[in-house]
């Protein structure tokens, strides 16, 4: 089995137990949830923008833990992805869970 590799962040507690919510009523975990969200983001997020609409939002050292377990390539593709647009990867993560808490784009594809 292959090692697993974690992209996370925390973020507020009513943050965190909505995107649970939203992950279960399409039969998914949150961490599964997670890890579609940050493979969408490594081909087509916008950090600048996420940084400029999301900055000042965090939790770091408060809420819930929230992480997507991924492969190492996909870790370094979304830090790379991140890093490229000066976010942090923890940043980053926040910005496009919260961003799919505000837009819904799961639901919308499906």
């Known amino acids: 089995?292959?090692?697993?590799?974690?992209?996370?962040c925390n973020l507020r507690d009513e943050e965190a137990?909505?995107?649970?919510?939203?992950a279960l009523n399409y039969d998914l975990r949150r961490p599964?949830?997670?890890n579609i969200l940050?493979?969408?983001a490594i081909r087509c997020a916008d950090f600048?923008?996420?940084k400029s609409k999301y900055a000042g939002s965090d939790?770091?050292?408060n809420g819930t833990r929230v992480t997507a377990r991924v492969s190492l390539?996909?870790?370094q593709a979304f830090e790379h992805a991140a890093k490229s647009h000066g976010v942090g990867i923890e940043d980053a993560a926040a910005f496009i869970f919260r961003e799919e808490l505000?837009?819904?784009?799961?639901a919308s594809i499906l």
Request: net charge positive.
């Open 38 to 40: 940050v493979r969408r």
């Open 32 to 34: 599964s949830l997670c």
């Open 102 to 106: 505000a837009t819904k784009w799961l």
């Open 48 to 50: 600048s923008s996420l």
């Open 73 to 75: 390539e996909t870790r």
């Open 59 to 61: 939790s770091k050292k």
């Open 17 to 22: 137990q909505l995107l649970k919510q939203y």
């Open 1 to 8: 089995m292959a090692k697993e590799w974690q992209i996370g």
